[in-house]
């Protein structure tokens, strides 16, 4: 798999930032900067050759917008899907959550175009709208799907904050999980091995896209830096940063900038979503 350039993503995070910054501050469902993150995206993609679909919808009486890519090629019948929300709560632009995942999964999927790769699987890639209200954009994909179309997502890999600012290296417990993987959690657990970062597991529940899938009986995994929760001197040992202090103090709030990124968790998560698309997409 290749490195993923950090700085690619940074850039594609100030990106967002401006057009939050343009769009009175956020990229919240129902507001322009949310819109125009899911064009900015589409373009990067439709000129790299993918097919991609905005898919509408109504919630809280504005129309949401989910973006799905497919990249060409692969068996269809065998998908492995990766996503993350783009939408950002209205108090900020929403960087870490979830500029982050959507920058890095952006990448990802521009460096599987760009590799020639021919995957075996069928890779395709998900920006949800709304999940702020409630996983709303990635609930009303999965229902929009029939039964034989939702059988062929063998796998959905989800990405919500992975730039925090005093990071950890949570991976999505395979087997807590309605439909967890213990396979995907490996893959992932197994890249950061690989580079000497310990990770934990994390009970992540309902709290994020994953878990619509889940519910459809898709198998799960993913990644997590950390959220308001504090982190422990244990785990300021292992992992560095501030004990006593959040994983992302800035969580839900205006301070959510490009200053609330940690770079290197940036780009250790961001070579983990690239190796484990490579290792389970091959
Ligand atoms: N989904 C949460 C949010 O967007 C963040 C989160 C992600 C929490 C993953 C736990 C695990 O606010
Ligand atoms: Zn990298
Ligand atoms: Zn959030
Ligand atoms: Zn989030």
Wanted: net charge neutral; hydrophobic share 35%; charged share 15%.
């Amino acid at each position: 798999a290749p490195n993923i350039s950090v700085a690619a993503v940074q850039a594609d995070l100030a990106q967002l930032q401006s057009i939050a910054t343009a769009n009175g501050g956020n990229r919240a469902h129902g507001r322009p900067g949310h819109k125009a993150s899911v064009d900015w995206i589409k373009g990067k993609l439709d000129a790299a050759g993918f097919t991609t679909r905005v898919q509408t919808f109504t919630s809280s009486g504005a129309t949401g917008y989910n973006l799905i890519a497919d990249l060409p090629g692969g068996d269809t019948n065998n998908i492995l899907m990766t996503g993350g929300h783009l939408d950002s709560v209205t108090a900020g632009p929403g960087i870490n959550d979830n500029g982050s995942g959507s920058s890095s999964i952006l990448e990802v999927a521009l460096a599987a175009k760009a590799s020639g790769v021919a995957f075996t699987r069928h890779l395709r890639f998900g920006w949800w709208g709304a999940e702020e209200l409630g996983l709303v954009g990635s609930t009303f994909y999965v229902n929009s799907l029939s039964s034989t179309e939702k059988s062929k997502i063998k796998t959905y890999l989800n990405f919500d904050m992975t730039g925090s600012p005093n990071p950890g290296y949570f991976v999505y417990s395979g087997a807590s999980q309605p439909t967890g993987s213990v396979a995907v959690q490996q893959t992932l657990t197994g890249y950061f091995t690989s580079i000497g970062v310990q990770t934990e597991l994390t009970e992540v529940g309902g709290r994020s896209d994953h878990a619509a899938f889940a519910r459809a009986g898709i198998a799960t995994g993913g990644t997590f830096s950390g959220a308001e929760v504090i982190k422990t001197a244990a785990q300021a040992a292992k992992w560095g940063g501030t004990s006593g202090t959040a994983f992302d103090r800035c969580y839900h709030r205006s301070c959510d900038t490009t200053s609330n990124i940690n770079a290197t968790s940036l780009d250790r998560q961001a070579d983990a979503i690239a190796y484990t698309v490579w290792t389970l997409g091959a």
